[in-house]
């Protein structure tokens, strides 16, 4: 039982939007930042979002990411079957005094 | 370039201990804090600990408190997980991520190793 609530899978068709939730709490999500991951199996995971809403150089726009209150979003807006992968919200923690993961979604692009 | 290098996974007995390594390149590392992360087998990513630029400040998951162990030699540019105590559900990949910032608390993972496998197993 993850510590973060995320759907435990999503989809869409290329060219679709679609958006990930990500449900926390007052001591991680209500507290602190929140920070999105991509991850395909066999290779190492990636940022695709920090800070609620930024975006790393070289990730493509059609990533965003959105908070309110205690809970997070990631928007992927035209969708490419190169999206198809696991997504993973995470924030710290200040009851546990730790970083917290959701339980991943995995995206199929159809 | 950023790189990170784990090595040290393999397979082990329940009880027994293991000491994984990443070797860090590409960055200031004693300016970053760093973290591992472990991912067990058709299971989500679970962070295992964070450990401060200097070394000074240290975190754990409860799953691994009192029996891991987290360290970093900046004069080596490296990142040490000493695990003892192993269970059959330390069973995971476990990757290397390097911090944003120095801070270890509330940040952001920005660069992750390939990963090193580990199994626990009689």
Known sequence: QSVLTQPPSASGTPGQRVAISCSGSNSNIGSNSVNWYQHLPGTAPK?????????????????????????????????QS????????????????????????KLTVL | EVQLLE?????????????????????TFSSYAMNWVRQAPGK????V????GSGGSTYYADSVKGRFTISRDNSKNTLYLQMSSLRADDTAVYYCAKAQG???RRSSFDYWGQGT?????S
């Open chain 1, 82 to 105: 190169e999206d198809e992968a696991d997504y993973y919200c995470a924030a710290w923690d200040d009851s546990l005094n730790g970083q917290v993961f959701g339980g991943g979604t």
């Open chain 2, 7 to 27: 090595s040290g996974g393999g397979l082990v007995q329940p009880g027994k201990s293991l000491r994984l390594s990443c070797a860090a390149s590409g960055f």
């Open chain 2, 44 to 47: 989500g990513l679970e962070w």
């Open chain 2, 49 to 52: 600990s964070g450990i401060s």
């Open chain 2, 117 to 121: 496998l580990v199994t626990v197993s």
């Open chain 1, 47 to 79: 940022l695709l979002v920090y800070n609620n809403d930024q975006r790393p150089s070289g990730v493509p726009d059609r990533f965003s990411g959105s908070k309110s209150g205690t809970s997070a979003s990631l928007a992927i807006s035209g969708l």
């Open chain 2, 102 to 104: 120095m801070a270890a």
